[in-house]
């Protein structure tokens, strides 16, 4: 059975998954880099991004390119809010945008796209997004389907993820607690009460200051 | 020149440090003993409760206990917010209450209750408390001088610790995350947009599954 699984989400300690004002230039609003530091400088990261970086090389294989990694592995489709596509919101006044990730994006599977707004599928290297109008439960059958026996990634925003999390359809949660206080923004947790109760958690420690926290639907 | 100290002030991952409902029965409301789970077995409790368990014999002496004894070193004085000494709000109906612990609380040291409502002095066992309308500056001016060198610690509750955070008078902050979503109650880390800037921050994750996160006050 095809697990649904979230992957390196990051939060601050306030809880906040994604910060205020998001524009294109700025994909999480005021938090700017400052929740997906501990991930720019992981080997998977480097590799995601196609090149070396001076700064890092090859980059980093310690606890949180651990982590990081498992976002890979045996994921067959994508399902992703329209914010984490793009920070327009409303009808789509063209089809110029095509998300933040160029002519070649990451995923290399068929993607998922949850908005209200109608638009043709786009296809861009080995990725090809499908933009549906889809109640969870609806949109993960889909998903599954494209996946072909392979696991669905959730892969975000935080409004998504709390959607899929109240209807009791995630299997694996991974967050990753950043040390800062970001004020405002997107809340991960907000009406998710006693959402433990449903889990195991793991907890782990980065030396980079992060915490890792798996969260395992108990069957 | 005396620090002034938080220690074991534990929060939910949601960022609340007490939940809804506060009674007498239930101090921390519906957050019930949640919050601090990880402390009653440790050997610092058990000292302080005055009695071994059958359960826990003389207590846990592990990670939790090693951060919850720091509690007791070096202190010379609380400071405490009158909800940490009783759930009741507005002017004293009477003098009744004398706080939680019964006629020997573990304080041992003055403790200033920080009141808009006056109230003589109350003495029990080896702690005196001081009901006082102040500011948190004052607050820790007269601590500091009871303290006679030693160092404050600041005993919560929440809305407390966020002034005196506010006001950049806190040296030390221990905060437990808990991965529990409490999803209502005082929330620890609002209004503190940016609190990184002025603190160092380490995190160790213990084998019981809270999280002991140290922010000390840059110099």
Known sequence: MAQLRVHNLAVS?????????????APFGHAGGRLMSWFFPTRTFV??????????????????DAFAAATEIGIGAE??????????TGPWQDHEW???WGPEPPFHTPVVVLTHHPRPDLV????????????????????????????????????TVRAFLEADL???L????????LGRGVRLWDGLEGLEDRFDVETTASPTGVVHQVWTRRR
């Not at 998954?17 to 230039?25: F, Q, S």
């Not at 590799?47 to 949180?64: I, L, N, P, T």
């Open 170 to 172: 995630v299997d694996l």
């Open 47 to 64: 590799a995601m991004a196609g090149h070396e970086d001076e700064a890092v090389g090859e980059g980093a294989r310690g606890v949180d």
């Open 79 to 88: 399902i992703m809010g329209r914010g984490k596509f793009g920070p327009q």
């Open 124 to 159: 861009l290297g080995g990725t090809t997004f499908t933009f549906r109008d889809l109640a969870p439960a609806e949109a993960l059958a889909l998903a599954a389907e494209l996946a072909d026996g392979r696991d669905v990634r959730l892969g975000g925003g935080p409004t």
């Open 98 to 100: 095509q998300g933040w």
């Open 13 to 25: 300690i306030d809880g906040f998954a994604t910060g205020e004002g998001r524009t294109v230039e």
């Open 174 to 181: 991974h967050v990753v607690v950043v040390p800062i206080v």
